[in-house]
């Protein structure tokens, strides 16, 4: 017998009213999803998600009273387990490397259309993380002029599949398992290689991932 999908609760924050609208429409087709809130202030906006808890937040860029990035940072130590697809038609290496660092788990930019839309915001949902083909273009292109490639050199073999493993959204206890180590080794290699990459977080990790080549951007993660 096939195992129900529970339906995941969402809040759209959208300044532009039709917009809005048009994904709340959209999404109210999809049976894997229920709209809970809808807004477009970026104050009310973090009220509304401490009062609703969704399970997923698709969050703009840029909003009136509180920028998406403030809204996420204010948002997401209280709302740890909520998952956030940032869709903006603003975006920038500062911006995306601001949104993943604030928590947000997947950028999608407007321009590629309602279709990327809804494989990023399926991924997402599901505990992967996503970017758009224009953020990942500007991401490689940023990688392109900077040496960001020449921490991995100082990887092992080892830390290089925990690494991808990790930003494939793995748990320490998957990785252990599917190469054939202890969950403590797993630890080890990930600390060390944090280390030597200077970054502290799974989002960093994914990002820095996906800038080397290790993930690609259309490779669902969870």
């Given at each position: 017998m096939a195992i129900a999908t529970q339906t995941k609760r969402i809040v759209i924050i959208e300044d532009h009213t039709a917009i809005r609208e048009m994904l709340a429409e959209i999404l109210r087709h999809e049976h894997a999803y229920k709209i809970v809130g809808e807004c477009g202030d970026g104050l009310k906006a973090c009220q509304l998600c401490l009062d609703l808890k969704p399970d997923v937040i698709v969050l703009d860029a840029r909003l009136p009273g509180l920028s998406g990035v403030d809204v996420l940072r204010r948002i997401s130590k209280p709302l740890k387990s909520a998952r956030v697809l940032?869709?903006?038609?603003?975006?920038?290496?500062?911006?995306?490397?601001?949104?993943?660092?604030?928590?947000?788990?997947?950028?999608?930019?407007?321009?590629?259309?309602?279709?990327?839309?809804?494989?990023?915001?399926?991924?997402?949902?599901?505990?992967?993380?996503?970017?758009?083909?224009?953020?990942?273009?500007?991401?490689?292109?940023?990688?392109?002029?900077?040496?960001?490639?020449?921490?991995?050199?100082?990887?092992?073999?080892r830390e290089r599949e925990i690494l991808k493993l990790v930003a494939e959204s793995n748990s320490t206890k998957e990785i252990a398992q599917k190469l054939g180590i202890s969950a403590k080794?797993?630890?080890n290699h990930r600390t060390n290689l944090m280390r030597k990459l200077n970054l502290h977080d799974v989002a960093s990790l994914t990002r820095y991932s996906l800038e080397i080549g290790l993930i690609d951007h259309r490779t669902p993660t969870w």
């Open positions: 940032v869709f903006s038609g603003y975006e920038s290496p500062a911006l995306v490397r601001e949104m993943l660092e604030a928590g947000a788990h997947g950028f999608v930019e407007k321009t590629a259309g309602l279709g990327e839309f809804k494989k990023g915001l399926e991924t997402v949902a599901d505990g992967g993380t996503y970017f758009g083909p224009g953020v990942a273009a500007l991401l490689r292109n940023v990688v392109a002029h900077t040496n960001s490639a020449n921490g991995v050199d100082a990887l092992t073999g080794t797993v630890d």
